[in-house]
């Protein structure tokens, strides 16, 4: 055997290896893709540098502040739909449509009060922060991951003031970021 016919095989080889394992990454990357985590890494990674003069407060924070008895608890603000609302909601939240002018669900708040808005995952939420923020009010944040996040986590969700675990899947694209065990069903 000549040495051109050995290096002509092994280049095959190693050819071979390389696409087999640039095929094997790229089914990586695209199954890393559809997983839950990720999609919410880029979802929440996007958003903040969208609305990058917003303040956030994460779940885990907004469920200390709620359960906290030395200060007072925030405004919650919910920017969604009244289908999404009548599904589920955080309790004691004001339903503000996301196609109106949040300030009239605080006008008779003082500037300093504290609010929190939310959403499904915290777009049409943080809009609404930057309108009351323009407004001159001082101390809004907006929900990171929104009810989509804190239903993930289990964490109370009311309907008609009992108790409910579902939420509004928004669409059926924005709702694969939902457990299916806390997705309602889309109508």
Known sequence: MDCQTASGRTSGAVNLRVAGAVVALLLGVLGLLSCRSVDWFFVKRSLRSKFSDVQWITTAELADWLAATDRPPPVLIDVRTRAEWRVSHLPAARLVDPQTDPL???????????????????????RAAERLQAAGYTHVQ??????????????????????????????????????????????
Do not use: M
């Open 104 to 126: 009239a669900a605080v006008s008779r708040l003082p500037k300093d009060a504290p609010i929190v808005t939310y959403c499904a995952v915290g777009a049409r939420s943080a």
């Open 142 to 187: 907006n929900l990171e991951g929104s009810i989509f996040e804190w239903a993930n986590e289990h964490r109370p969700l009311v309907h008609n003031d009992k108790p409910v675990t579902r939420v509004h899947p928004y669409t059926s694209l924005w709702g694969h970021l939902l457990q299916p065990d806390v997705r309602a069903r889309l109508r």
